[in-house]
């Protein structure tokens, strides 16, 4: 079976743009969840789809978006970049019933 | 979801067994332990997870302790690619596998 999926692995872009990052889900996963990591701040939880629907959110900025497809892949946006957002962004997914969560290998957003 | 309480750091030599502690005083009855690693800024990667018997698997054992306070990651013979940070998390039974809240986690070195 097919792990986590995350592309693009690493992107660089300037800030005020905006950027898009794509997570696939393992089969049969119906929750995605995005993390951000820093090394300041650690590992934070951002959100998560289940079903299409937000499920849970953390505590960012209106600037960090995210939806799910019905094929259960997810996407998430970053508005008007900030050199604060650049991060590992780490995508992880479960069958969504208190199931284990297993993430994939994450990308690398630099902001210049 | 309760807290968790790691130490910072730990060694340990090759081929020896790492035993890494983790203290959750507050846990309640329907939450489980949690643990992941993540290897050098790549994704976490599950280990193992239980809820108050111990557990085994291929990459480790989980001892909780009865009053499930506190809970040790057993690795039985530490190889250096096990050098790694180690998540202690616990996660609430109904079920949010999909909002995970990592501490600051340990730092094991495996040493030659």
């Known amino acids: 079976k097919a792990g986590v999926t995350q592309t693009p692995r690493y992107l660089i872009k300037t800030r005020g743009q905006q950027v898009t990052l794509s997570c696939s889900p393992i089969s049969g996963h119906r929750s995605v969840s995005w993390y951000q990591q820093t090394p300041g701040q650690g590992l934070q939880f951002l959100f998560e789809y289940f079903s299409e629907t937000q499920r849970n959110k953390g505590n960012f900025p209106g600037r960090f978006s995210g939806r799910q497809f019905s094929n259960s892949r997810s996407e998430m946006n970053v508005s008007t970049l900030e050199l604060g957002d650049s991060a590992l962004y780490l995508c992880?997914?479960?069958?969504?019933?208190?199931?284990?969560?297993?993430f994939g290998q994450g990308t690398r957003l630099t902001v210049v | 979801d309760a807290k968790t309480t790691q130490p910072t750091s730990m060694d340990c030599a090759e081929g020896r067994a790492a035993n890494l502690p983790c203290n959750h005083s507050t846990i309640s009855g329907n939450e489980y332990v949690y643990w992941y690693r993540q290897i050098h800024s790549q994704g976490p990667q599950y280990i193992i997870h239980?809820?108050?018997n111990n557990e085994t698997n291929e990459m480790a054992s989980l001892i909780i302790t009865e009053d499930r306070k506190s809970s040790t990651l057993i690795l039985p013979h530490a190889t250096l690619r096990d050098t790694a940070v180690y998540y202690c998390?616990?996660?609430?039974?109904?079920?949010?596998?999909?909002?995970?809240?990592f501490g600051q986690g340990t730092t094991l070195q495996v040493k030659p």
């Open positions: 239980g809820l108050k």
């Open positions: 998390i616990v996660v609430h039974g109904s079920g949010n596998t999909g909002k995970l809240i």
């Open positions: 992880a997914s479960s069958l969504g019933d208190s199931s284990t969560a297993f």
